[in-house]
C-alpha cells in the first residue's frame, strides 16, 4: 500500500516534476540550434536592413557580414558630424548628429570605409 501525500507534499512534487520536464525540454532545444548559430561572424538570414551605429567615433560594429542587396543604415550617435566613404563605391555625405544614411550594397566584396572629416575613424562590410 502507497502512503498518502499531504496536499502540500503533492504540490511540491508536481512542481519538481514540472521544473524537471521544462528544464528537460529547454536542454533539448538548446541542443538541435546548429553550430554556426553561435559563430559571431554568421551572415544574418534574409536581412534587408542592418544598422552601423556611430559612437565614441568608432562604426559598431566595425566588421559587417551582410547578403548581397541587403540595406546598411549609418546612424550617427555622436556629437559631431561623420561620413561613410568608400571613394568610388558610397559615400553618405556629412551625417549630422542625431541623423542617419543608408546605402544599399547590390555587389559582392570587401568595402573597406573612412570618415572623411575623421580619417582615423574605419571600418569594413563584407557583402557575400
Known amino acids: 500500500m502507497q502512503p498518502i501525500l499531504s496536499s502540500r507534499r503533492r504540490r511540491r512534487t508536481?512542481?519538481?516534476a514540472a521544473?524537471?520536464?521544462a528544464l528537460a525540454g529547454?536542454?533539448?532545444a538548446v541542443s538541435i540550434v546548429p553550430a554556426a548559430a553561435n559563430r559571431s561572424d554568421r551572415l544574418p538570414k534574409r536581412a534587408k536592413t542592418v544598422r552601423v551605429a556611430i559612437k565614441d567615433f568608432k562604426y559598431r560594429p566595425p566588421t559587417l557580414r551582410i547578403r548581397r542587396g541587403?540595406?546598411?543604415v549609418f546612424a550617427n550617435r555622436?556629437?559631431?558630424a561623420h561620413?561613410?566613404?568608400r571613394r568610388g563605391r558610397f559615400?553618405?555625405?556629412t551625417i549630422r548628429s542625431g541623423r542617419a544614411a543608408a546605402v544599399r550594397f547590390k555587389r559582392r566584396g570587401v568595402y573597406r570605409y573612412i570618415c572623411t572629416i575623421h580619417p582615423f575613424m574605419h571600418g569594413k562590410i563584407v557583402v557575400r
Open 26 to 28: 529547454a536542454l533539448l
Open 19 to 21: 521544473l524537471a520536464l
Open 83 to 85: 561620413t561613410a566613404t
Open 78 to 80: 555622436d556629437r559631431a
Open 70 to 72: 541587403t540595406r546598411v
Open 14 to 16: 508536481v512542481a519538481t
Open 91 to 93: 559615400d553618405t555625405g
